[in-house]
């Protein structure tokens, strides 16, 4: 299997970007090709998008997944799932179809060789509360995540703050537990600085400073690499992402800073977000210089 | 895949036994993630003008058929984006020859989306604001049965 040695911040993509072209335009081999381009090593899926039959996917699936990580040298690095527990209309799964659901994806993603889980919660309100047992969801399946040498993270995304009450009590969680096998997704979407004229701001959302992310860096097993505006001349005008990648440097931060690309105009008739991907892969291998 | 979220390929008259007992067609789902069944939130159907409600429309996913009541409780089987849904409609004597509009609609539930827009979603009319990775509710094609 594919290994990339390099340490400190590496690049990656999240293959969520591809969400206008995938199945219609690119297959799975295509979004790896583009990925393997841009010289990046670093791959991230959507388990319930990417994997063909999910969540049993075939033996020969699993084959070929394996055989585009090695073609294309890429590391499966973060395996992007939901913890579905609204998925009945009329009541919420028990604490224990949670966890049983949550231990599904963890033997998948272990099976296609991730490390890392984007483990998205369930909200309870608009403020993107998780519900009330999310402790009990995570704990229990905190027995096979250890064994399976894996990292369960939520995605910490604007408008939450780095500062907040609901990265409190994740970090709260992850101390008084002591536990290596939850931490934290940081979406650079919560350094978002700059707005242009007649663009959207969330009311609730303040941006964050990035030594803002130091003091969370022990936790922070995967950055979502956000990314809003690049420029002709490959910057990214609305985060400072020079400061940041100096930051995770200069604190010997180690782990992939996966490429995801929001933007609604990704869904325009004939937009390649490759070449998007491309020029923020431009800076980022400038910032890194791998 | 097409586009579109209704197919064009797909749609045909069904014919059981020697004799044309329906029709049906063939959707794609416009999200950027699977569901799970339980999830969908199935709406009406109308053929140039003639209504089908929810209960007359039978979904397919791996050549297996659910029912409507079978679907709301089963959050095992998922729907992945790149392999369309078969719609199977009953009608005795099927859609005639020629043209014909289809309008659909459908839609599906977060769980990492706020309960209050979850609880007020409606398969037959569009969400407060659209986002296009949630794709349309309500769907239209005009295609040919031979």
Redesign the interface.
Known sequence: MYTYDRKGPKRGVALYSYSAEFGLTKTLEDCFEDVHDMGAHGIEILANTHIENYPYPTDAWVENWFRLCDKYEVVPVEYGHWIDSHVLGGRELTTEESIEMLCRDLRLAHRLGFTVLRTKMPVINAALEPVENWREIIKGALPLAEKLGLKMCPEIHTPSNLNGKMVREYVEFIEETGTKNFGLNIDFSVFRSKFGEGEWKDPAFTPNVPEDIVPLLPYVYCCHAKFIHMSDDFEETTIPYPEIVKLLQENGWDGYLLSEYEGADKYDPGYEVGQTLRKQHIMLKNLIGD | ???EVIQSVGFRNTVENGEVTGFQFKI?LPY?????L??LRPGTLIVDGEIFTKEQITWCFGGEEYALDEM??D?KT?W???VPAVLKVKKPGGLAQGWHDLTYGFCF?S??????L?DTLDPDKESFVF???FGHHVNQRRMLIV
């Open positions: 895949m097409e586009r794609r950027y993630r699977g569901v799970f339980s999830q709301a409780v959050f998922h992945n984006p790149t539930t769980s990492y989306m706020p309960p209050a979850q986002m296009p990775e």
